[in-house]
């Protein structure tokens, strides 16, 4: 569904990627770890086309994306691409009913009886029915992802990326998060692309999970395959996560 191939960026003067490679295969879940830092959101820019690479490549569904310019990157988002933020970015002068509905509205032609429809099924979907009335300020930090989810998903994507869903939230709060993107991926059965520091997150949802660090990918396997590596920098980014949940920080 994606290959990324040799992928290089600079950014402020930092080279932040040194030439990342990565297949990621359509209908699951693939896992982006790697400490705060390591370049992890720049790489999910690129993606999905906020950010151009100084070199190398990116290909979604055969399509290359270094000969688009910015007019067939946007239909490349409309058509297959949906993206959660780390923070949300939900409108705050919008209730949860505009916020989802907000794509549909301004890019498609469906009457306002269809576009209820879809937001009402998509906010069934993430365990929202009938907030549609309420405000971002009215919502806890668990509804706005929720909300964010929603929106993110109401075009129907072929590819959703995440990006840190559960940063900010407690464990009870990130838990629940989880357990709802996986439900989600599983219910669409479409391609999530999640990139996070808390390994965990992408231990216990991801088919396949790769590590960017010093600006390349040095690993990438299931859950199994990544814990018996014998890649010093993965056991040792595995042993600090493992310190730090003993030490209680």
């Known amino acids: 569904m994606i290959e990324i191939i040799d992928l290089e960026k600079t950014l402020d003067g930092l080279k932040v990627l040194k030439g990342v490679n990565l297949m990621i295969d359509g209908g699951q879940t693939t896992a982006i770890i790697g400490s705060s830092g390591a370049g992890k959101s720049v790489l999910l820019k690129h993606i999905i086309g906020l950010l151009r690479p100084d070199s190398g490549r990116i290909v979604i569904d055969g399509i290359d994306t270094a000969d688009l310019n910015a007019r067939q990157w946007m239909q490349l988002r409309k058509e297959k691409l949906g993206m959660l933020f ?25 009457s306002q009886e269809e576009i209820e429809q879809k937001v009402a099924e998509k906010l069934e979907i993430v365990n929202l029915k009938g907030v549609e009335a309420k405000m971002p300020s009215d919502l806890s930090g668990g509804m706005k992802k929720r909300v964010a989810l929603a929106r993110a998903i109401i075009a129907d994507p072929e590819i959703l990326l995440l990006d840190e869903p559960t940063a900010g939230l407690d464990p009870i709060i990130c838990a629940s998060i989880i357990h709802l993107i996986r439900q989600t991926q599983e219910r669409l059965g479409i391609t999530f692309v999640m990139v996070t520091h808390n390994i965990l997150d992408g231990f216990s949802i991801a088919q396949k999970i790769a590590m960017l660090h010093d600006g390349t990918i040095v690993a990438s396997g299931t859950a199994d395959e990544m814990r018996d590596s014998d890649n010093p920098v993965v056991q040792g980014f595995l042993r600090s996560i493992t310190s730090n949940l003993i030490s209680g920080g």
């Open 86 to 110: 780390q923070e949300g970015a939900l409108f705050d002068s919008m209730n949860v009913y505009e916020n989802v509905a907000f794509f549909l509205t301004q890019h498609t032609k469906l």
